[in-house]
């Protein structure tokens, strides 16, 4: 998935069950990461710009707004402590000095 600095980007998590989830944030392969959420709820370092969406009975997306280029890296969505689903997205953030350049490279 690719976006552009300053957009907001939704990365979808399909859930089973009505059960908290967690977000992990990777910036490298072989990274332990970050939990972005955990147990359903947005970490305090990232509550500014991260927000977990619960759109639908079996859906918690997370939501990052005004991105930014250390954002980029692999998102994971983990269900129900590790024992379910799991989905997983490469958020790419190109950050070119023309907003024009950036917004062609994106659509």
């Not at 280029?69 to 490469?90: F, K, M, Q």
């Amino acid at each position: 998935m690719a976006a552009c600095v300053g957009e907001t980007v939704t990365l979808p998590c399909h859930t089973t069950k009505r059960m908290g989830v967690d977000w992990r944030y990777r910036t490298t392969l072989d990274s332990d990461g970050s939990y972005v959420v955990a147990s359903g709820y947005v970490q305090d370092s990232f509550r500014q710009r991260f927000a977990l969406n619960r759109s639908g009975h079996d859906q918690q997306d997370l939501v990052i707004s005004r991105l930014r280029i250390s954002d980029e890296g692999l998102y994971i969505c983990i269900e129900d402590a590790g024992l379910g689903p799991r989905h997983e997205y490469r958020l790419v953030v190109h950050g070119l000095a023309s907003n024009v350049v950036c917004l062609f490279v994106c659509v």
